[in-house]
T-cell receptor, first 114, second 118 residues
Framework: KAGVTQTPRYLIKTRGQQVTLSCSPI?????VSWYQQTPGQGLQFLFE???????NKGNFPGRFSGRQFSNSRSEMNVSTLELGDSALYLC?????????????FGPGTRLTVL | KNQVEQSPQSLIILEGKNCTLQ??????????LRWYKQDTGRGPVSLTI?????NTKSNGRYTATLDADTKQSSLHITASQLSDSASYIC?????????????????FGKGTLLTVNP
């Protein structure tokens, strides 16, 4: 079974630009979560999608948005990029129910904002 | 405020030695605690998950313990190998994770960076 795939793996942008990142969850997984990881803050939750609906949102500004398609693939968009948006963006697909619900992370997209 | 604190921030050990990583949390109400291993340039991979009623759980050379009364967990690595070099992240869940159901909220520690030297 293929794992979680994220594209692109690396991205360099300049301030003010916008960027779209893509995530394909494991086949059969309907829930996708996005995280931002920086050395100073660690992993921070961005949002969670289930069946094309945003079910949860972290404490990030409105410049961060996402969506999920009917095939469970998800995209996140960051508009008006700032230097502080440089980070590793991780996507996770979720399997199972209850407390043993398991998250499988993708390799991440490394975004550098110059 | 829900927090997860990990110690030490970084650790260097020699191959073959044991080590223990610590995780203290204030997340409430507690649902479960997970330890993840993250290799450089990769996403985190789950090592163990423990609920309130579980005191210890093992995964090969990794053994996690949980004291829900003191809100502390530890990850013990036995007979370390070079491939154990990674960041180890403690994650505490506030409510049960239910796909297709209610919301969930995870609080992540900042991780312990372990380096195993030959």
């Amino acid at each position: 079974k293929a794992g979680v795939t994220q594209t692109p793996r690396y991205l360099i942008k300049t301030r003010g630009q916008q960027v779209t990142l893509s995530c394909s969850p494991i086949s059969g997984h309907r829930s996708v979560s996005w995280y931002q990881q920086t050395p100073g803050q660690g992993l921070q939750f961005l949002f969670e999608y289930f069946s094309e609906t945003q079910r949860n949102k972290g404490n990030f500004p409105g410049r961060f948005s996402g969506r999920q398609f009917s095939n469970s693939r998800s995209e996140m968009n960051v508009s008006t990029l700032e230097l502080g948006d440089s980070a590793l963006y991780l996507c996770a697909s979720v399997y199972g129910t209850g407390v043993y619900n398991e998250q499988f992370f993708g390799p991440g997209t490394r975004l550098t904002v110059l | 405020k829900n927090q997860v604190e990990q110690s030490p921030q970084s650790l260097i050990i020699l191959e073959g030695k044991n080590c223990t990583l610590q995780c203290n949390y204030t997340v409430s109400p507690f649902s479960n605690l997970r330890w993840y291993k993250q290799d450089t340039g990769r996403g985190p991979v789950s090592l163990t998950i423990m609920t309130f009623s579980e005191n210890t759980k093992s995964n090969g050379r990794y053994t996690a313990t949980l004291d829900a009364d003191t809100k502390q967990s530890s990850l013990h690595i036995t007979a370390s190998q070079l491939s154990d070099s990674a960041s180890y992240i403690c994650v505490v869940s506030k409510t049960p994770q239910v796909s297709g159901g209610s919301n969930y909220k995870l609080t992540f520690g900042k991780g312990t960076l372990l380096t195993v030297n030959p």
